[in-house]
């Protein structure tokens, strides 16, 4: 949302001669010594102005005006009452929004410019009992338990595995004690697997080789 000071000088002009339609009645006081006694004049009036995050209605909210821009309001009536116009606002807009607002209004926040541009945001929720969070948070620790059974599981396996391997290399190692010997081959065929067979442990028994695989 944007406002240009200049979108509003023919309201700040009825403000000033009190026209029909005009909605604020009350003085605006500018010519401040400094602007710090001009921000706090205002802080007096509008409690939420430039003082970080206060409750608004329930709705944690900041409003931030630019100290440039209250130098100007300082010097400026039409501004000024500008400025007071919207900063009054404020409440009665929240509490439009947190009507009109399909989900949950969490947070909310206006600003205004050194140029006296005007933007707000404002955060809310799809969630206001919190349904949603839950079943999420409940999904994510079922997840994280598979997840952790998964890898359990596997590391399970991989030290199952790991004790084969070393039953198996200390079998070999008896064997190679006691005069024995353990071949394997690998082949296209049980004829050529044979062949292997035979030719390995003809090579063992006489000493040449200790072991080796033979791919087809």
């Given at each position: 949302m944007s406002m240009e000071i200049g979108n509003v000088t023919s309201q700040i002009m009825d403000l000033k001669t009190d026209k029909p339609g005009v909605t604020r009645k009350e003085e605006v006081k500018t010519g401040?010594?400094?602007?710090?006694?001009?921000t706090k004049y205002l802080q007096e009036k509008y409690s939420y102005m430039n003082v970080g995050e206060v409750s608004m209605k329930g709705i944690r909210s900041s409003v931030n005006v630019s100290p440039a821009f209250l130098d100007k309001c300082n010097k400026d009536p039409q501004k000024a009452a500008w400025l007071e116009e919207n900063l009054a606002a404020i409440p009665g807009c929240t509490e439009k929004s947190i009507a009109n607002c399909m989900g949950t209004l969490i947070a909310q926040g206006w600003e205004i410019d050194a140029n006296g541009n005007m933007s707000a945001w404002s955060m809310?929720?799809?969630d206001p009992d919190g349904k949603i969070a839950k079943e999420n948070a409940k999904r994510r620790v079922a997840e994280e338990k598979a997840a952790k059974e998964k890898q359990q599981k596997k590391l399970a396996e991989e030290k199952a595995q790991e004790k084969l391997d070393a039953k198996r290399r200390a079998e070999i190692?008896?064997?190679?004690?006691?005069?024995?010997?353990?071949?394997?081959a690998v082949g296209t065929d049980v004829k050529s697997v044979t062949e292997q067979f035979v030719s390995k442990m003809n090579a063992e028994a006489t000493g040449i080789i200790s072991s080796f695989d033979a791919k087809a």
């Open positions: 401040f010594a400094n602007v710090r006694d001009y809310g929720s799809s190692e008896a064997f190679k004690q006691d005069g024995s010997f353990m071949i394997s």
